[in-house]
């Protein structure tokens, strides 16, 4: 832990870029205001150039990704990462020659649909846990976390089984509920949420007289706001990006998926990296939507937080 | 408020609290046991069966599942590389992503809601893609990353291809997805920290360091240990995607773990007898490695330490630094 705070970049000692507080400090060492507002500015050098670094890093491969999308076929394997000059001929093959549009259009339904699912069954449970826990509440939490340690490659079989007898595959049905097996994060997550939540707030609307059910929906929603926004796009990517089930729940090309829809571009006729690329950023851009959109959210809570 | 008086009336009350915490958990419940706990039992029993999935009907076999799991050499082999990749996946799932949310945290604004939106980019990118866009990453010849170390004076690597460092490869990759999305959980963590009383304490003169350690750091810590252990389930589909697209297990097995080999049974062999033998040793290796870090995680975080009592650590640290305070000393 204390290396963490070493690499918090506000530290000046971990910064390389210590120099200027050394010239401000030396001919007045007596004068601490002038050393602080110095050591204060080294530390917003050493904040910027450590997140620079890291966003560097971190979108590299999606720049890489999306530049390498507008090259012509015979660029893809070009040193020079710039597509010049760029050109749209991917992406008119990859919605030309393959159902893109109508993959994007499963794939966003299926997962609105299991995002949606698992906060209805997740908010009332994390609230329940934490508000009025049964007396077997120990018990309930166990069941939920054990959840989280079964590797899903393990229930596929069982899984595949279950939606081959009741007629569901290539439905909705079948591609949204089995994936409600993921249901135990989202409980876990949201009920340190609401642990986290003042016990006071809560109390005292149930004191006005407000029922379980109201101090819920009118309470503690509200409260609960970014943690929801953060919780349901980790659910929403999660199943935005699941490859295995709908393979095999939705084999039909009518039915399936963009993510097993953009292997197609990899074992049919030869790959076709361009296609391929040009096809995963119009599986991305969708996704980077809603992040833009809820991530207003997030950064919301962090002006009003003054709730506890 | 006649119906709110009654509610005080305590035969009725009394059943009705009983009854209301099932009531809110008992979706929860359904759904587990029909999605997980019913499928796991199905799973159970099919591990002691033989059964190609084609064939009407599974035929029973006993242990001989087991029993070719551990003495075949591939299955051990596969358990070692995943205890690697775990243990190098957990700094990229707890101090990388913790150290960037808190320096988002430490200044919020325009530029740290760029950063933050700049930085979760890895994990919207489609798991096929971005196992081809490091292919061509990391190409031995025209590779940027070969180019980028041959200005350093780097010789050109076969990353993917040599069993030295495909495995660390992979998990470098993989390692840009976990950062990102624990940089947002850290963060939503992050907001329930109220920022006065940081602000209060910056006016009172401690440095950014003490207020990561005595403030920061202590509200984290639940979030720190869940996360990790969290990482030890959620990066396995990322890591699978990356080695079915990019090394298929090799070279030399070197990139192979227990859940691509689960993975091989079932949809290669079509051998769902072995595959659930491998998917019912997984699990309870899971559960005993996440039940005692859940346990320890209990036993170190009680009650979180109220902002009050931490305040007081930090003017006792910078006491005993025989600092004062600048602003009012």
Redesign the interface.
């Known amino acids: 832990m204390s290396s963490a705070s070493e690499i918090a970049p506000a530290s000046p000692p971990r910064d390389g870029t210590s120099g200027p507080r050394d010239t401000v400090t030396g001919p007045s060492p007596g004068r601490r205001p002038g050393s602080r507002r110095a050591r204060r500015a080294v530390g917003t050098a050493g904040h910027h150039a450590f997140l620079l670094v890291a966003v560097a890093v971190m979108v590299l491969p999606v720049l890489w990704a999306l530049a390498t999308s507008f090259k012509t076929a015979g660029g893809v394997f070009d040193e020079n990462p710039l597509p010049l000059p760029p050109t749209l001929d991917n992406y008119r093959v990859a919605t030309q020659d393959f159902p893109v549009w109508r993959l994007l259009l499963n794939t966003t339904v299926m997962s609105a649909g299991v995002t949606l699912l698992q906060l209805l069954i997740a908010v009332p449970a994390a609230y329940a846990l934490v508000r009025f826990p049964p007396r077997a509440h120990r018990a309930v939490t166990a069941i939920v976390a054990i959840t989280l340690l079964v590797p899903p490659q393990s229930l596929v079989i069982p899984l595949f089984l279950m939606i081959s007898h009741l007629g569901w595959r290539n439905t909705l049905p079948g591609l949204i509920l089995p994936q409600l097996f993921g249901t135990g994060l989202a409980v876990i997550l949201l009920r340190d949420h609401v642990r986290a939540v003042s016990p006071t707030i809560l109390g005292a609307a149930a004191l006005d007289g407000a029922r379980p059910f109201e101090v819920l929906r009118l309470v503690l929603l509200p409260i609960l706001r970014p943690a929801l926004g953060a919780v349901s796009i980790l659910l929403f990517i999660t199943a935005w990006n699941e490859y295995l089930w709908p393979v095999l729940a939705a084999p039909d090309i009518d039915h399936a998926t963009i993510q097993p829809g953009l292997a197609f571009f990899l074992t049919q006729e030869g790959p076709e990296y361009g296609p391929l690329l040009a096809g995963s950023m119009l599986a991305t851009l969708p996704i980077v939507v809603v992040y833009f959109l809820a991530s207003r959210r997030v950064t919301d809570a962090f002006m009003h937080s003054g709730l506890r | 408020m006649e119906e709110?008086g009654t509610r005080h009336a305590p035969p009725v009350g009394r059943a009705r609290?009983?009854a209301?915490?099932?009531l809110?958990?008992s979706?929860?419940?359904v759904?587990?046991l029909v999605?997980?706990?019913?499928?796991?039992v199905?799973?159970g029993v099919?591990s002691f069966m033989s059964w190609n999935?084609t064939a009407p009907h599974p035929s029973w076999l006993g242990l001989a599942n087991y029993q070719r799991l551990v003495e075949a050499p591939q299955f051990p082999h596969a358990a070692r590389n995943t205890l690697l990749y775990a243990a190098g996946m957990l700094p990229f799932a707890t101090?990388?992503p913790?150290?960037?949310a808190?320096?988002?945290?430490?200044?919020?604004g325009r530029?740290s809601?760029v950063?933050?939106?700049?930085?979760?980019?890895?994990?919207?990118?489609?798991?096929?893609?971005?196992a081809?866009?490091?292919q061509?990453?990391l190409d031995p010849l025209?590779g940027?990353v070969n180019?980028v170390g041959s200005w350093f004076g780097f010789g050109p690597r076969n990353w993917l291809g040599d069993p030295s460092s495909a495995l660390w490869s992979i998990v470098l990759i993989t390692s840009?997805k976990v950062?990102?999305?624990n940089v947002?959980?850290f963060?939503?963590?992050l907001?329930?920290?109220?920022?006065?009383v940081i602000e209060a304490a910056r006016l009172d003169g401690a440095?950014?360091?003490e207020i990561?350690?005595h403030l920061v750091?202590p509200h984290l810590?639940?979030?720190?240990v869940?996360l990790g252990l969290?990482s030890l389930?959620?990066v396995?589909?990322w890591i699978f995607?990356n080695v079915a697209?990019l090394t298929q297990g090799g070279p030399d097995g070197s990139t192979d773990n227990v859940?691509y080999r689960?993975?091989t049974y079932?949809f290669t062999f079509f051998d769902?007898g072995t595959?659930?033998a491998?998917?019912?040793v997984?699990?309870a290796a899971?559960?005993v490695v996440?039940g005692l870090g859940?346990l320890g995680a209990r036993r170190t975080n009680g009650e979180p330490v109220p902002f009050t009592r931490r305040l007081v650590k930090v003017g006792a640290a910078r006491r005993r630094q025989g600092k004062r305070s600048?602003v009012l000393g």
């Open positions: 709110r609290d009983r209301r915490p099932w809110y958990l979706p929860l419940l759904a587990l999605f997980v706990y019913g499928p796991l199905f799973t099919l999935l101090v990388v913790m150290a960037l808190i320096a988002l945290w430490k200044r919020p530029t809601a950063y933050r939106a700049l930085l979760f980019l890895p994990v919207v990118l489609a798991p096929v893609a971005s081809i866009t490091w061509f990453l025209s940027l180019v840009l950062v990102a999305l947002l959980l963060g939503a963590a907001a329930n920290l109220e920022r006065g440095t950014e360091g990561t350690r750091l810590r639940r979030t720190i869940l969290l389930v959620v396995w589909p995607a697209v859940y689960l993975f079932a769902a595959a659930s491998a998917a019912v997984i699990t899971l559960a996440l859940l600048s």
